[in-house]
């Protein structure tokens, strides 16, 4: 069962243009919800989050708008750079949920191009 | 300061060997995480250490898999006769303690082919 479903699979944007992904959850136990961007060869980075008692975040480029009622949440990238061009990762996490707090449920990832 | 390191960055074994994958979190830092991260299907979680002990082995996939953690700090997962389907890179990630108000900071990964 997947708790974190994320689409786009792929995204080209060209530059200057506003990127958006998407990510749908089922547990209501999730009260965590970042966003990570991975380059080739590295790492997941946290990018930003967000939690249930505010509907947008905003910082910088980057904002995460989120939906409590329909578990949906998204990540819009205003202005896309060459350099955003990696994959993102949503994923959710719960502070009480049993014995898991904390543990990251990810979604299956976007590859973003921007194209200059 | 340094972050998560892995070694090593890539490791090819032979179906039916054992393999040793390590993980050194960032100093201090108590909980530690394993994840796999399999072609086209994001990350899956694997195991938690808090300090040495693992509260929460509930993503490991098979009893072939198994993890340590010494002195609170490196930790070694170790996969026993291994199969195609363990190819993979297997991530690390460390926080300051457990919860979600502790960013998790992740290693670069090992990269896992079995052939």
């Given at each position: 069962q997947?708790?974190v479903?994320?689409s786009?699979?792929s995204?080209?944007?060209?530059?200057?243009?506003?990127?958006?992904?998407?990510?749908?959850y089922?547990?209501?136990?999730?009260?965590?919800?970042?966003?990570?961007?991975q380059f080739?060869?590295?790492?997941?980075?946290?990018?930003?989050?967000?939690?249930?008692d505010?509907s947008?975040?905003k910082?910088?480029?980057?904002?995460?708008s989120?939906?409590?009622s329909?578990?949906?949440?998204s990540?819009?990238?205003?202005?896309s750079q060459?350099g955003?061009?990696?994959t993102?990762?949503?994923?959710?996490?719960?502070?009480?949920?049993?014995?898991?707090?904390?543990?990251?449920i990810f979604?299956?990832g976007?590859?973003?191009?921007?194209?200059? | 300061?340094a972050?998560?390191s892995?070694?090593?960055?890539?490791?090819?074994?032979?179906?039916?060997?054992?393999?040793?994958?390590?993980?050194?979190?960032?100093?201090?830092?108590t909980a530690?995480?394993?994840?796999?991260?399999?072609?086209?299907?994001?990350?899956?979680?694997?195991?938690?250490?808090?300090?040495?002990?693992?509260?929460?082995?509930?993503g490991?996939?098979?009893?072939?898999?198994?993890?340590?953690?010494?002195g609170?700090?490196?930790?070694?997962?170790?996969?026993?006769?291994?199969?195609?389907e363990?190819?993979?890179?297997y991530?690390?990630?460390?926080?300051?303690?457990?919860?979600?108000?502790?960013?998790?900071?992740?290693?670069?990964?090992?990269?896992?082919?079995?052939?």
């Amino acid at each position: 069962q997947q708790q974190v479903k994320q689409s786009p699979q792929s995204l080209i944007v060209q530059k200057g243009g506003i990127s958006i992904i998407n990510c749908a959850y089922e547990n209501t136990a999730f009260d965590y919800f970042p966003w990570y961007q991975q380059f080739p060869g590295k790492g997941p980075a946290l990018l930003i989050a967000i939690r249930p008692d505010v509907s947008e975040k905003k910082e910088g480029r980057f904002t995460i708008s989120f939906n409590k009622s329909a578990k949906q949440f998204s990540l819009h990238i205003m202005d896309s750079q060459p350099g955003d061009s990696a994959t993102y990762f949503c994923a959710a996490s719960s502070e009480n949920y049993g014995g898991s707090q904390g543990n990251l449920i990810f979604g299956k990832g976007t590859k973003l191009s921007v194209k200059p | 300061g340094a972050g998560v390191s892995q070694s090593p960055s890539n490791k090819v074994t032979e179906k039916g060997k054992d393999v040793e994958l390590r993980c050194d979190p960032i100093s201090g830092h108590t909980a530690l995480y394993w994840y796999r991260q399999s072609l086209g299907q994001g990350l899956e979680f694997l195991i938690y250490f808090q300090g040495n002990s693992a509260p929460d082995k509930s993503g490991l996939p098979s009893d072939r898999f198994s993890a340590e953690r010494t002195g609170g700090s490196v930790s070694t997962l170790t996969i026993q006769r291994t199969q195609q389907e363990d190819s993979a890179v297997y991530l690390c990630a460390s926080s300051s303690q457990r919860g979600i108000s502790y960013e998790q900071y992740f290693g670069p990964g090992t990269r896992l082919t079995v052939t």
